[in-house]
């Protein structure tokens, strides 16, 4: 089998949060193919474990990536702080004689997004509203390397590692069956500090929250990095719970028009047209979400305009997350002009220290790195629908006896989709648009 036919076999899809499938993304003739290994999220040591364990498979991943895609570069973009691992990177490439660049960054957020990583390692801005592709670029997350690297040894995507941090017994980096519960994940840590929490799945900038009882339901997926508890009455939860129209009475009320949102917003200053300020003094005044409101498009819900830059605590991120659902809906769609970057923009990073405290987390992320543990279970449910495009269609039935590693979902390689594999050996007891295992061992004959 081909490269690419055996990252679509395996069902990789893009692991840094977006879920794309990996043999679509590859199908392209880029000129770079750009690493994208710069965890940028407060309180995560996901990936910097994996590439600790595995920075040799990922490298001849990328190396053979790079071959594939006969891309004239391939660039590995992470953070000056890794300074360790930089050493064993180097080390490697020069071994095996890699055609690999090396290129890190400052220690800011949001160092790691794909736009802003371009931007960081090949100075060039992808149009706004537009894909790394107009740019001859393709990215991938270095967790996704290991994938493909699994991948060519014919290994299915089945386990996922996740950060367990903030109101834990005992941080921890764990590695999981995919349709572990969340909540599994936190009793295999020990549990909370805490009787009554909340449950971030990513990180504290861009994750979602969960309640005690959605976290019962909600499993890992391929996409998944993070679980953080923390306290119910914290900031993060009231800002992140606020109704859209208390929103808009605070932006009634309090907006100052000060413009730090806009003046902060890693979008704007690569030259692209967003301005949150403006979209918030529109979004006081208007019910009707229209035209007018259509650079919220281009928000990628970093989140530094409410948590970072506004200095009365509106949150023009959720409004912009709302605006963009209404401006699907109603299928306004506007091409935009991308400007060049401002000058001042790298006066504007974030630094990740200075986000701890303004997030009040710094407690967290000061126990240190966590240890590792492998967790297992005698039940999943696997989403037949974890990446963009279309659900896998479930070639299992209930009652079914299935091994690990075993396809459970089909889609064909033409579409944008991925399969889904059995992450545990066990009988299907439930089919809908998840396939529920649970552990059983085949008696002998
Ligand atoms: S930073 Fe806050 S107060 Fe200032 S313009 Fe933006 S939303 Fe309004
Ligand atoms: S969340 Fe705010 S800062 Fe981030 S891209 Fe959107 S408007 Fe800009």
Known sequence: MTFLENIYEAGVIGEGGAGFPTHIKYAASPRYLLINAAECEPLLHTDKYQMEIFYKEMLEAIQEAKNFLKAERAVLATKKKYQDLIALFEQEIRDK??????????????????????????????????????????????????????????????????????????????????????????EAVGGSTLDNYMVLTGGPMMGRFLTQEEAEIAVVRKTSGGIILIPKDHALVERGNKSLLAIKNETRAACIQCNFCTQYCPRYLIGHPLHPHKIMRAFGVNDVYDEKFAEAALCCECGICELFACPMNISPRIV???????????????????????????NRYVPIDRLLSRLDIRKYYDRGKPSYMEVTTDKVTIPLGQHIG????????????????????????????????????????????????????????
């Open 97 to 186: 004689s890699y055609d690999i660049e090396l290129f890190s960054m400052d220690n800011f957020y949001p160092a790691g997004d794909e736009q802003i990583t371009i931007y960081e390692a090949f100075q060039k801005a992808v149009p706004a509203g537009g894909i790394p592709l107009q740019v001859d670029i393709v990215v991938s997350n270095i967790a996704t390397m290991k994938s493909i690297y699994d991948a060519q040894k014919g290994l299915p995507v089945t386990e996922k590692y996740i950060t367990v941090t903030g109101e834990v017994k005992e941080p921890k980096i764990i590695k999981v069956p995919i349709g572990i519960t969340i909540a599994k994940c936190i």
């Open 320 to 346: 912009n997350s709302f605006l963009k659902k209404e401006l699907r809906k109603n299928g306004i769609k506007v091409e935009f002009q991308t400007g060049p970057a401002l000058p001042e923009r790298e």
């Open 390 to 445: 279309k659900p896998a269609t479930a070639c299992v039935a209930v009652g079914d006896f299935v091994t690990k590693g075993q396809v459970i979902g089909e889609i064909e390689m033409k579409d944008m989709g991925a399969r889904v594999h059995a992450s545990i050996t066990g009988r299907v007891t439930h089919v809908d648009h998840a396939v529920t295992i649970e552990s059983e061992r085949r008696e002998e004959a």
